[in-house]
């Protein structure tokens, strides 16, 4: 279901003009407009989830295999040296617009970008802690 007031929603369903690379009846694929690299795009569901969390199974199903075909075809036309898949959940996580969407930055030598993270050292137990804590059995 889109959602009225959600801007991602209007892009995704054609309300709002795009420069789109896909579409298909699940997802647009659309240019962003402040891109992190040449290429950078976003893959909106069309059916609003406002991240990771509300978003159903079956959308999750067909988006890994669409952002390899994305990626695949990124790779082939844009010379690009590797990619980056983002993305946030929550704005502690980043995420400035409540409708999920997965970032595809292409990435090439000498870009600038820095999309990483600052390593911590957990002790071996408070691994074998949080190991405990979120192991799940099927």
């Given at each position: 279901?889109?959602?009225?007031?959600?801007?991602?929603?209007?892009?995704?369903?054609?309300?709002?003009?795009?420069?789109?690379?896909?579409?298909?009846?699940?997802?647009?694929?659309?240019?962003?407009?402040?891109?992190?690299?040449?290429?950078?795009?976003?893959?909106?569901?069309?059916?609003?989830?406002?991240?990771?969390f509300?978003?159903?199974?079956?959308?999750?199903?067909?988006?890994?295999?669409?952002?390899?075909?994305?990626?695949?075809?990124?790779?082939?036309?844009?010379?690009?040296?590797?990619?980056?898949l983002?993305?946030?959940?929550?704005?502690?996580?980043?995420?400035?617009?409540?409708?999920?969407?997965?970032?595809?930055?292409?990435?090439y030598?000498?870009?600038?970008?820095?999309?990483?993270?600052n390593?911590?050292?957990?002790?071996?137990?408070?691994?074998a802690?949080?190991?405990?804590?979120?192991?799940?059995?099927?």
């Open positions: 279901m889109m959602k009225d007031d959600c801007i991602f929603c209007k892009l995704a369903n054609g309300i709002i003009p795009t420069n789109a690379i896909y579409e298909d009846d699940d997802f647009k694929v659309i240019l962003d407009l402040s891109p992190a690299t040449r290429g950078h795009a976003l893959i909106l569901p069309k059916e609003h989830a406002d991240n990771l509300e978003l159903p199974d079956e959308t999750a199903k067909k988006l890994l295999p669409l952002a390899k075909k994305l990626a695949n075809n990124m790779a082939q036309k844009l010379q690009m040296d590797g990619l980056n983002v993305q946030n959940n929550g704005e502690v996580a980043g995420q400035t617009v409540m409708h999920f969407h997965l970032h595809m930055i292409p990435r030598k000498e870009d600038g970008q820095h999309i990483s993270w390593p911590t050292s957990p002790s071996e137990q408070e691994l802690d949080i190991r405990a804590l979120l192991a799940l059995t099927e």
